[in-house]
């Protein structure tokens, strides 16, 4: 099973990048992890209580996790969608967090501006493209999204009274 990284802002744009890559890709199983990347503070006391932080995993819209699930179904190659954050703003700290979640490549789209989620957030694309990893890159021809932020709103929302 083939393990991708995902840079996101949680918008539908990392979502059309993970089906821009299933379209071409002809892997058997892929497991997606959604990430995005957040700075670490200089307090001491913040870095010796830092833990899984509620807050933000708050932020990750409903939509975005449902609209998760269609693509998964759709995709039946998904075998396992998570979203993670990652603590850090160096090079060797992300490839830590490569290893650790054992990454085999990171798909992503230089051309898009990811928004920044929280005050602290950091440039994941930035980093990533300083990092020495595998990475998928769209072509032009290789981009076919389909929906508008708009219809993928009104569908999330469809299939968030279907779940309720």
Not at 5 to 12: A, E, K, N, Q
Request: with cysteine; net charge negative.
């Amino acid at each position: 099973m083939k393990q991708i990284l995902i840079p996101t802002d949680f918008s539908g744009q990392s979502l059309d990048i993970l089906t821009d890559y299933l379209l071409v890709s002809d892997e058997n199983e892929v497991s997606v992890l959604f990430f995005s990347a957040v700075k670490l503070s200089d307090s001491i006391t913040d870095l010796l209580l830092l833990s899984k932080r509620t807050k933000e995993i708050e932020l990750i819209p409903r939509s975005f996790e449902n609209y998760c699930k269609c693509i998964q179904t759709e995709f039946s190659r998904i075998k396992e969608v998570r979203f993670e954050y990652f603590y850090g703003n160096t090079v060797a700290l992300f490839r830590n967090f490569l290893d650790a979640n054992r990454i085999d490549e990171i798909v992503y789209d230089p051309s898009i501006e990811l928004q920044m989620i929280t005050k602290v957030s950091s440039n994941a694309i930035e980093m990533i493209e300083r990092c020495k990893w595998n990475k998928w890159i769209p072509s032009r021809k290789e981009t076919k999204s389909k929906l508008t932020e708009v219809e993928k709103a009104n569908y999330a929302q469809e299939l968030e009274k279907a779940f309720l």
